[in-house]
């Protein structure tokens, strides 16, 4: 176990008609005027947003209103906000979204404050030292921004789509409020995507090479086990409320740190996932769907063991005390089913890549010699088999 | 599954030598002057205080300091503390030592700014609207205190010793500080004492009847199978580094209401633990290990299949699905198997309790109408026979 800090200072509020509460929150962290971030229409449609807005007025705090937030967010909304947010004052962004609403609004928020790009944040070496403070409203449980030091962006560098990620403790939530019934209405294939996010989440932290991490272990097939069980019922039944429910606090808990604490992590799928989402423009949990089982077949060797422990234990496999080596493939054999029961793409093809634009998506991810993960350290020949498993699987 | 709050902005330092960094961590949320409360000698003997006494000089914190706080500990205290804090014009109480050290601090912290009583927040209906912040450096993975909003003090009312819980936000700790080597010198008894009260603030949430919670579930059995493996290992070999620490991050885990916040909880044995403790003044782990078993005997047939999930879950059971009634208490003796082996008493004698206080031990914890526990609703006649059940078990 390695030593670590976790300190998560979020204030949550969780549960049905909650989002009624967001003025009353907004307050009780000290905000006056806000910037109300968002993506599209659903939320405005819905309802969702003038119930929001209401929940301002009733409580006295001003906002302004910033919309059209695409999946996986870019800059310039970004520069948009940070200088709509000067010329208004504004003193918290409120985030109405998901995963990419969340990272704009908090790309904002470090960036309002900072008197150079706010893109020297993304591009490594700067650290913010102050930010805004943001809060959410959670519309789908999939990326755990309301609970992680994360934000990713993407922003056109020389022509090329660049998706950056930053992990600061600015970046962390001052408060999220999660109500379970606004994914009530989310299209299967969005659910199916964001459990694949929460899964892939605790995958980066439980394939590790610290040993000795048995309370941490606990969390993450704790968390992986409750996305196993209710993922089928919300395919089945997109308004049961307790699976939905379930999900989401799982979705928070997979990407705030606190199974990952104590241990080193690996982040090769998110990575070379992200050139996949930035090159075709393709939801992130598919992308995943694709990348990740190709993955845990390139390196299940590596530590069979750790393979077997997670088909047991999570995938509900019977370990095969002779060949443990079978019971680690039956494990990712298993994740498999569960993710194409639920839809999600399985292979190139299904995804929309494409085979011959492999040289490309490892040319776009760094250098001659630059290397992901940490589990097993992978040069980029690694990563062109990984995607090369990835374009060629079966379903 | 509930709705619920759950703010917990505890900044958590975890690890080998993380008690050099007290005076920084002092620093980073503001504190110019602390109070320096502990314990016993011990905590002096050991170097712990002379090492965080250089911590915070380093860091050009001042300080005064108050040692004594016994276990259970005492209202005396928190007055002189009290006084000895605005005389010198403190702005954060810094604990050194177990639970009782922390609730001492978080008395002391709540009892600064108010111009009132302390004890008016303990005897109900006042709550605290500001405190001093309060940090710690952990000394034995217990109470869980590090993390909760939970602060429980002695004070005599009357001659009899008055043993009385608050749960408030401004308890939360501002930051915690957890090197496991802390409780390599912890005697076994206290070892064992701790990890009885960490399983058994996970039983008062885990045994419940709010139904969906299957997430938390998960945490719940989590925690409680990280304390059943390393137990033994710790009483095997105290300086087991890996066991003491997964069992120290357990007792934080165990506490902090992330394993209950969507539940109604139960609470029944904890508070018939209070009275053997001010009663007897016998640590309150040693008074758990005999009241918990009793409780879980007397109450298990209201729902047979929940006991039956621990036993087979957390205790490593086989189930029997002919007689699901037989695997439930196959887990209680199971517990009281692994509490045994750790040195533990399992009855009123090995406790130094006795057979004929019960009638003054249940006259001490309320008036004739009074109840107990949540999961199953106990009167005052339930808890005579749980504490004869407790009194008569052999070992």
Same mark, same amino acid.
């Not at 906000?81 to 904002?108: F, H, M, N, Q, T």
């Given at each position: 176990?390695?030593?670590?800090?976790?300190?998560?200072?979020?204030?949550?509020?969780?549960?049905?008609?909650?989002?009624?509460?967001?003025?009353?929150?907004?307050?009780?962290?000290?905000?006056?005027?806000?910037?109300?971030?968002?993506?599209?229409?659903?939320?405005?449609?819905?309802?969702?947003?003038?119930?929001?807005?209401?929940?301002?007025?009733?409580?006295?705090?001003?906002?302004?209103?910033?919309?059209?937030?695409?999946?996986?967010?870019?800059?310039?909304?970004?520069?948009?906000?940070?200088?709509?947010?000067?010329?208004?004052?504004?003193?918290?962004?409120?985030?109405?979204?998901?995963?990419?609403?969340?990272?704009?609004?908090?790309?904002?928020?470090?960036?309002?404050?900072?008197?150079?790009?706010?893109?020297?944040?993304?591009?490594?070496?700067?650290?913010?030292?102050?930010? *805004?403070? #943001?809060?959410?409203?959670?519309?789908? +449980?999939?990326?755990?921004? @309301?609970?992680?030091? !994360?934000?990713?962006? &993407? %922003?056109?560098?020389?022509?090329?789509?660049?998706?950056?990620?930053?992990?600061?403790?600015?970046?962390?939530?001052?408060?999220?409020?999660?109500?379970?019934?606004?994914?009530?209405?989310?299209?299967?294939?969005?659910?199916?995507?964001?459990?694949?996010?929460?899964?892939?989440?605790?995958?980066?932290?439980?394939?590790?090479?610290?040993?000795?991490?048995?309370?941490?272990?606990?969390?993450?097939?704790?968390?992986?086990?409750?996305?196993?069980?209710?993922?089928?019922?919300?395919?089945?039944?997109?308004?049961?409320?307790?699976?939905?429910?379930?999900?989401?606090?799982?979705?928070?808990?997979?990407?705030?740190?606190? *199974?990952? #604490?104590?241990?080193?992590?690996?982040? +090769?799928?998110?990575?070379? @996932?992200?050139?996949? !989402?930035?090159?075709? &423009? %393709?939801?992130?949990?598919?992308?995943?769907?694709?990348?990740?089982?190709?993955?845990?077949?390139?390196?299940?060797?590596?530590?069979?063991?750790?393979?077997?422990?997670?088909?047991?234990?999570?995938?509900?496999?019977?370990?095969?005390?002779?060949?443990?080596?079978?019971?680690?493939?039956?494990?990712?054999?298993?994740?498999?089913?569960?993710?194409?029961?639920?839809?999600?793409?399985?292979?190139?093809?299904?995804?929309?890549?494409?085979?011959?634009?492999?040289?490309?998506?490892?040319?776009?991810?760094?250098?001659?010699?630059?290397?992901?993960?940490?589990?097993?350290?992978?040069?980029?020949?690694?990563?062109?088999?990984?995607?090369?498993?990835?374009?060629?699987?079966?379903?």
């Amino acid at each position: 176990m390695l030593n670590f800090n976790f300190y998560r200072p979020t204030d949550f509020y969780f549960g049905r008609g909650e989002e009624k509460r967001t003025g009353e929150v907004c307050r009780k962290h000290g905000a006056k005027k806000v910037l109300l971030h968002f993506g599209g229409q659903s939320a405005v449609k819905s309802g969702l947003i003038a119930r929001v807005e209401q929940s301002l007025t009733d409580a006295g705090v001003q906002y302004v209103s910033l919309g059209g937030v695409q999946p996986n967010p870019r800059a310039e909304l970004v520069y948009q906000g940070i200088e709509l947010c000067r010329k208004e004052g504004v003193d918290l962004v409120l985030a109405v979204g998901g995963g990419s609403v969340i990272d704009s609004a908090k790309a904002i928020a470090m960036g309002v404050p900072y008197e150079g790009d706010f893109w020297d944040f993304f591009m490594g070496g700067k650290v913010p030292t102050t930010a *805004l403070p #943001v809060g959410c409203v959670l519309t789908i +449980a999939a990326a755990g921004s @309301e609970g992680s030091n !994360s934000c990713v962006i &993407d %922003c056109v560098v020389d022509g090329i789509v660049k998706k950056k990620g930053t992990n600061f403790q600015t970046n962390v939530c001052t408060f999220s409020i999660l109500n379970p019934e606004l994914t009530f209405t989310l299209p299967p294939f969005q659910t199916a995507c964001g459990a694949c996010d929460i899964m892939c989440h605790v995958f980066e932290r439980y394939f590790t090479n610290t040993p000795a991490v048995k309370m941490t272990d606990e969390l993450c097939e704790g968390v992986l086990r409750t996305v196993v069980q209710m993922l089928p019922r919300v395919m089945k039944d997109p308004h049961d409320y307790e699976a939905r429910a379930n999900i989401m606090w799982a979705s928070t808990l997979a990407h705030n740190n606190l *199974l990952g #604490v104590d241990r080193e992590q690996d982040w +090769a799928s998110h990575r070379i @996932e992200h050139e996949l !989402s930035a090159f075709y &423009d %393709c939801a992130h949990g598919a992308g995943l769907a694709v990348v990740c089982p190709a993955w845990m077949t390139y390196v299940y060797k590596h530590d069979v063991m750790r393979f077997a422990q997670f088909a047991v234990n999570v995938m509900g496999c019977q370990m095969d005390y002779e060949h443990p080596e079978n019971t680690a493939l039956s494990g990712i054999a298993a994740l498999r089913r569960l993710w194409g029961d639920a839809g999600l793409p399985l292979n190139f093809k299904e995804l929309g890549a494409k085979r011959e634009d492999i040289p490309t998506l490892v040319a776009n991810i760094g250098g001659p010699e630059h290397t992901e993960g940490h589990f097993l350290v992978l040069h980029k020949h690694d990563i062109a088999e990984i995607l090369t498993l990835a374009a060629d699987y079966e379903r």
